[in-house]
């Protein structure tokens, strides 16, 4: 029954010339996440409305709102019926076939709520909402008004056509992709850091990202998963750049060269720079983890610090301050978690130590490195030469 989609977007964050490039990148997004829906649509935007018009014959509804709740800076996507206005009786008999077909057999309570936002109308929203009311109360026998929590809130928006809808399904909120600059997001196979990519795209920011594999100790399925990873956040976060960077070698080498206990940290710091790199060749303004305060022994304020000291980008870590519970909810509801919870091995857990330092000195750390000099410039620069890169699709 429903040929449009009238998307709610938050508007009050955005005045002046930010409101043009919020509704600019709104609708890319839009346009870029339909694709996957079945059936065809345009994107249109009429009065500081943005709406969705299906022009295919046929077309997925669930597939096309499912495509429009993954669409950051939408709030409430309503399905809606639009009319032309044929004077108020034509229009009583629209509201009244659209609620027959929206809720076919049911007794309700409702309440109506006009608006003219077109001003030349005859009637006034008050006058609309008693006219509308008494219609619809005459032909749904077992129905009734009710003004303060109604089953069906009724919207009834006279603009250059009615807008007439009754449903707000939510959307996920946040700014569109492509308002707030760019970001690296180190990814792993784990359940944190594509949640932490959700959360900063979510802010309207780009993501790139980079995964550090160490063949022959983690496998193709590990790398799979991670592109797999990768795919689930691009859906929410738009196209990503994966790269996968070989950090066999230098493990190997902190490995020989440093104490066990130290590994860990030493071995993120390595990965801090190399993601730092890629970052500033990309045009990245910040890098992203998955880290929260206390979880392992890598992420204690000691050893934060300690990985936090190699780079000069600006770290975002989203999850800082969730607990884990926390994290697993926002894991599962954006669709990521059975992905993460699957069982391939990652990088680290190949070269832990039975006990990790908790609370790294920053300068044992620096000392334990120079025993790195002779060869790790070397091998920094074999991994930036032979990174793949992934272009990842939504
Ligand atoms: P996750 O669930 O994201 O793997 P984790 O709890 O396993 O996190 P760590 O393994 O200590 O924690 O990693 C902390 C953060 O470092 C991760 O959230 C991720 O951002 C980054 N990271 C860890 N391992 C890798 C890797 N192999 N490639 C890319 N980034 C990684
Ligand atoms: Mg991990």
């Given at each position: 029954m429903y040929r449009s989609f009238l998307i709610k977007y938050a508007e009050i964050a955005i005045k002046g010339k930010n409101r043009y490039l919020f509704e600019d990148a709104l609708v890319r997004q839009i346009d870029l996440a339909l694709r996957k829906a079945e059936g065809e649509f345009s994107v249109r935007r009429e009065q500081g409305r943005i709406y969705v018009d299906v022009q295919s014959e046929r077309f997925d509804y669930d597939e096309t709102v499912a495509a429009l709740q993954c669409v950051f800076g939408i709030v409430g996507i309503c399905p809606v019926v639009l009319v032309e206005d044929a004077g108020f009786d034509r229009l009583a008999e629209d509201v009244i076939s659209y609620l027959k077909r929206a809720y076919p057999g049911q007794a309700f309570s409702f309440k109506v709520n006009a608006r003219r936002a077109r001003k030349n109308y005859p009637m006034e929203s008050m006058e609309i909402n008693a006219a509308l009311g008494e219609r619809i109360l005459a032909a749904f026998p077992g129905t009734r008004v009710d003004v303060h929590s109604p089953e069906v809130m009724l919207h009834v928006e006279i603009r250059n056509q009615i807008n007439i809808y009754s449903v707000v399904i939510p959307g996920p909120g946040g700014m569109p992709v492509g308002t707030n600059g760019k970001a690296m997001l180190l990814l792993s196979g784990g359940i944190d850091s594509p949640v932490a990519g959700y959360m900063i795209a979510k802010r309207g920011v780009t993501i790139d990202a980079v995964y550090f594999h160490a063949p022959p100790y983690t496998s193709e399925r590990a790398k799979q998963k991670v592109v797999d990873l990768a795919g689930i956040v691009a859906r929410y976060a738009g196209p990503i750049d994966l790269h996968v960077v070989n950090f066999t070698d230098i493990q190997l080498y902190i490995y020989e060269q440093c104490p066990h206990e130290e590994l860990t940290i030493i071995m993120r710091r390595y990965m801090m720079k190399l993601a730092e790199h890629f970052a500033k060749e990309r045009g990245c303004l910040g890098l992203i983890t998955g880290e929260s305060i206390g979880q392992v022994a890598s992420q204690t304020m000691q050893s934060l610090a300690a990985t936090n000291e190699v780079c000069t980008l600006p770290v975002y870590r989203?999850?800082?301050?969730?607990d884990k519970q926390e994290i697993v909810g926002i894991s599962e509801r954006i669709h990521a978690y059975e992905t993460s919870i699957l069982p391939y091995e990652d990088c680290c857990t190949i070269f832990v130590a039975k006990h990790p330092v908790t609370k790294p000195s920053l300068h044992v750390i620096r000392n334990d490195e120079r025993k790195l000099a002779e060869k790790i410039d070397a091998l920094v620069q074999e991994a930036i030469d032979t990174v793949e890169v992934i272009h990842i699709e939504p």
């Open positions: 989203p999850l800082i301050g969730f």
